[in-house]
């Protein structure tokens, strides 16, 4: 079956706000968050199977460290699908790299789309007829279609898009020129950009024709083109770590965002379980607990043999993994990253990472 879009799916990410079940070996998009038996990786293959029409179609672009696993939860998947970068270089290396590849195979008229491995869609149907009416649009336009997030609240750890100038629509969903993308802002800026109207949540997904996104590196981000055409994956240690938001996104003068409501979460921390799963009594639990005068509590426990027992706790994150246990106020998840580092500047806490 010949592929309406061929999916790329960016996987080498670490997640260390999971941390401790996001580890080195087992990153965020190996977990199963909802206490299913389907990985965040493995969501976003079976989401993207339909439109790739088939495993020969799908791509999967991982890190080295975390390849291994890639095969493993995803046996079907092609070898010479598989590209796998001997170090992180941040995402404007791994979109030039596997748009090179895909145009290599599949020539420059190809559509090509990019998807984070460990993001929470809620629609498929919504999410499906969204990629098809930015894969239209790709199709007929030199454009790179990013899709945007409608905003329900002043988020402060997500990238904006400004909308410009609208454009004919893509099936019945309206499109317009980026006006620009915008740093995580403060809350008052946020607020502001929601007060408008004009701005999305910046998705990390977009879609282009392969000849288009190769002909506007070329242009401006040569510097990450170029090595990587003349060596392939033997350019990384050379390559500057930048994002392809900042190395082309920001410059482009062909960036499209689609407005997009198929119910979204890039589920970011510990707290984003509160969305994912459904409440028991006053907590949330993937696990076993028993819990006395708790309330506003996450609770994860990944052995199911292993009971959590609490009393007298409000609003707080508890992880048992192993011989691990991680307590935190809600409020505070955001610095495990930085425990992390602690951790690795202390070799006998190694193994824990």
Same mark, same amino acid.
Request: with cysteine; net charge negative; charged share 25%.
């Given at each position: 079956?010949?592929?309406?879009?061929?999916?790329?799916?960016?996987?080498?990410?670490?997640?260390?706000?999971?941390?401790?079940?996001?580890?080195?070996?087992?990153?965020?998009?190996?977990?199963?968050?909802?206490?299913?038996?389907?990985?965040?990786?493995?969501?976003?293959?079976?989401?993207?199977?339909?439109?790739?029409?088939?495993?020969?179609?799908?791509?999967?672009?991982?890190?080295?460290?975390?390849?291994?696993?890639?095969?493993?939860?995803?046996?079907?998947?092609?070898?010479?699908?598989?590209?796998?970068?001997?170090?992180?270089?941040?995402?404007?290396?791994?979109?030039?790299?596997?748009?090179?590849?895909?145009?290599?195979?599949?020539?420059?008229?190809? /559509?090509?789309?990019?998807? @984070? &491995? +460990?993001?929470?869609?809620? =629609?498929?149907?919504?999410?499906? !007829?969204?990629?098809?009416?930015?894969?239209?649009?790709?199709?007929?336009?030199?454009?790179?279609?990013?899709?945007?997030?409608?905003?329900?609240?002043?988020?402060?750890?997500?990238?904006?898009?400004?909308?410009?100038?609208?454009?004919?629509?893509?099936?019945?969903?309206?499109?317009?020129?980026?006006?620009?993308?915008?740093?995580?802002?403060?809350?008052?800026?946020?607020?502001?950009?929601?007060?408008?109207?004009?701005?999305?949540?910046?998705?990390?997904?977009?879609?282009?024709?392969?000849?288009?996104?190769?002909?506007?590196?070329?242009?401006?981000?040569?510097?990450?083109?170029?090595?990587?055409?003349?060596?392939?994956?033997?350019?990384?240690?050379?390559?500057?770590?930048?994002?392809?938001?900042?190395?082309?996104?920001?410059?482009?003068? /062909?960036?499209?965002?689609? @407005? &997009? +409501?198929?119910?979204?979460? =890039?589920?970011?921390?510990?707290? !984003?379980?509160?969305?994912?799963?459904?409440?028991?009594?006053?907590?949330?639990?993937?696990?076993?607990?028993?819990?006395?005068?708790?309330?506003?509590?996450?609770?994860?426990?990944?052995?199911?043999?292993?009971?959590?027992?609490?009393?007298?706790?409000?609003?707080?994150?508890?992880?048992?993994?192993?011989?691990?246990?991680?307590?935190?106020?809600?409020?505070?998840?955001?610095?495990?990253?930085?425990?992390?580092?602690?951790?690795?500047?202390?070799?006998?806490?190694?193994?824990?990472?």
């Amino acid at each position: 079956m010949k592929p309406s879009l061929i999916p790329v799916i960016l996987a080498g990410g670490k997640g260390e706000r999971f941390w401790p079940l996001s580890r080195r070996h087992r990153p965020k998009q190996f977990l199963c968050l909802d206490g299913g038996d389907r990985s965040l990786l493995q969501a976003t293959a079976d989401r993207l199977f339909p439109m790739a029409g088939g495993w020969e179609h799908l791509w999967v672009i991982t890190a080295e460290l975390v390849a291994a696993g890639v095969r493993e939860q995803l046996p079907q998947l092609p070898e010479s699908n598989l590209l796998i970068e001997p170090e992180g270089r941040d995402t404007a290396p791994a979109v030039a790299w596997a748009t090179l590849k895909i145009a290599q195979r599949y020539g420059e008229e190809a /559509l090509v789309g990019f998807f @984070p &491995a +460990d993001h929470w869609i809620g =629609d498929q149907a919504c999410y499906e !007829a969204t990629l098809q009416a930015a894969a239209d649009l790709a199709r007929r336009e030199a454009a790179i279609v990013t899709l945007g997030i409608r905003p329900n609240a002043p988020a402060t750890g997500y990238g904006y898009i400004e909308q410009g100038e609208p454009t004919p629509t893509a099936g019945d969903l309206p499109v317009f020129k980026v006006s620009r993308f915008t740093e995580k802002p403060d809350a008052t800026t946020a607020q502001g950009f929601i007060d408008t109207g004009r701005f999305s949540w910046n998705s990390g997904m977009f879609i282009f024709r392969a000849g288009v996104m190769l002909a506007e590196l070329a242009r401006y981000a040569p510097q990450v083109l170029e090595p990587l055409r003349a060596q392939g994956q033997g350019a990384y240690g050379q390559l500057e770590k930048k994002s392809i938001d900042y190395a082309l996104m920001e410059k482009t003068q /062909l960036a499209y965002v689609l @407005p &997009a +409501d198929f119910g979204w979460d =890039d589920l970011g921390d510990w707290n !984003a379980l509160e969305r994912l799963n459904p409440k028991q009594g006053e907590n949330v639990v993937v696990g076993q607990h028993i819990g006395r005068d708790t309330t506003g509590a996450i609770v994860y426990a990944s052995d199911p043999d292993e009971v959590v027992v609490t009393i007298g706790l409000e609003d707080v994150v508890i992880v048992r993994d192993r011989h691990i246990t991680l307590i935190v106020p809600k409020h505070r998840t955001q610095e495990i990253k930085t425990l992390l580092k602690d951790i690795q500047d202390d070799n006998q806490y190694d193994h824990l990472l």
